[in-house]
């Protein structure tokens, strides 16, 4: 079965600052996709970014990016230029691309951005 | 296009009272969740279904049945509710192939 380990419960950073959040995973499988979901106060899930694991060339999207290290099996989340409006909860999460239906998640991250 | 919808937002039952959380979705996605959120323990899958009339369990099915009678909707039901259920509940859906799921704004149960 997979599991996805997001080790560190909870950090902060300043307004501005670049952060890295880290995800490791374990699957024997070579064909999976990899989920970062952000969970603000607000309760709502969001995606944030997303990596196919057949693709060499990380994923970006605006001020977040990832490092898809797939040999390590290591997915961390890079956020430039932070803003307060990203401080909430991180899941990290995986995808297996056949059979299984289900994604599953990390225990999370907290976030907290400070002015 | 409202996305997926969950009904109610907030509950309080006491021990042994049962209700039904609903969820709806207007994407034509094939594939519905249940989740639970619980602090430190991120997201657990309950039951899940691969299309109208299935289901299947997931990692937490203990205590929890579902029904998938409509294709749009997707309902979660807790016939004898008990503190430990005490939780946030979070229904997503997914088209197939695609993976990535798209989740509603969460439903807080306790339970006392």
């Known amino acids: 079965a997979q599991t996805v380990t997001q080790s560190q419960p909870e950090m902060s950073v300043q307004e501005a600052e670049t952060v890295t959040l880290s995800c490791t995973y374990d699957t024997s499988e070579s064909n999976y996709y990899l989920f970062w979901y952000k969970q603000p106060p607000s309760r709502q899930m969001i995606l944030v970014i997303r990596q196919e694991a057949y693709k060499q060339q990380n994923a970006t999207e605006n001020r977040f990016s990832v490092n898809f290290q797939k040999a390590a099996k290591s997915f961390s989340l890079k956020i430039s230029d932070s803003q307060l409006g990203d401080t909430a909860m991180y899941f990290c999460?995986?995808?297996?691309?056949?059979?299984?239906?289900?994604?599953?998640f990390g225990k999370g991250m907290k976030l907290t951005v400070n002015p | 296009n409202a996305g997926v919808t969950q009904t109610p937002k907030f509950r309080v039952l006491k021990t042994g009272q049962s209700m039904t959380l609903l969820c709806a979705q207007d994407m034509n996605h094939e594939y519905m969740y249940w989740y639970r959120q619980d602090p430190g323990m991120g997201l657990r899958l309950i039951h899940y279904?691969?299309?109208?009339?299935?289901?299947a369990k997931g990692e937490v099915p203990d205590g929890y049945n579902v029904s998938r009678l409509k294709k749009q909707n997707f309902l979660l039901g807790l016939e004898s509710a008990a503190p430990s259920q005490t939780s946030v509940y979070f229904c997503?859906?997914?088209?197939?192939?695609?993976?990535?799921?798209?989740f509603g704004p969460g439903t807080r149960l306790t339970v006392t």
């Open positions: 279904s691969v299309g109208e009339g299935t289901t």
């Open positions: 997503a859906s997914t088209s197939r192939g695609n993976y990535e799921q798209y």
């Open positions: 999460a995986f995808h297996s691309q056949g059979g299984s239906e289900k994604l599953v």
